[in-house]
């Protein structure tokens, strides 16, 4: 290695003095760039309050409807099982009918 120092840089600056500004130069872009994020997050955040707000509001309807739906569906149901006993009540009614012509039919004229 070389035993020249580097204490003849172009710049005139120390070595410690170069470092320090160019922390000096970060630390500014960084706070630059926290700043433009808090106005940023500022200027969405009305934006993303509204769209919360609909999110709920969409959530509510679909909880409301849903409400209705197995409402609907249980009314559904009941009339489904009334059907169905009138049907097999009236099938009864047919077989016994039937049977009783059966049994006019069957018997000898007199």
Do not use: C, Y
Request: glycine share 4%; net charge negative.
């Amino acid at each position: 290695m070389s035993e020249e120092t580097t204490q003849n840089m172009p710049d005139g600056r120390s070595f410690e003095e170069r470092v320090f500004a160019r922390f000096d130069a970060l630390d500014a872009r960084l706070q630059k760039l926290e700043s433009d994020a808090e106005r940023r997050a500022v200027e969405t955040k009305p934006i993303w309050e509204r769209a919360l707000a609909e999110i709920l509001e969409v959530q509510q309807g679909l909880n409301e409807f849903r409400g209705e739906v197995n409402d609907a569906l249980r009314d559904l149901s009941r009339k489904i099982g009334v059907l169905g006993n009138d049907m097999i009540q009236l099938r009864a009614d047919q077989a016994h009918a039937e049977s009783r012509l059966d049994n006019l039919e069957s018997k000898p004229q007199q």
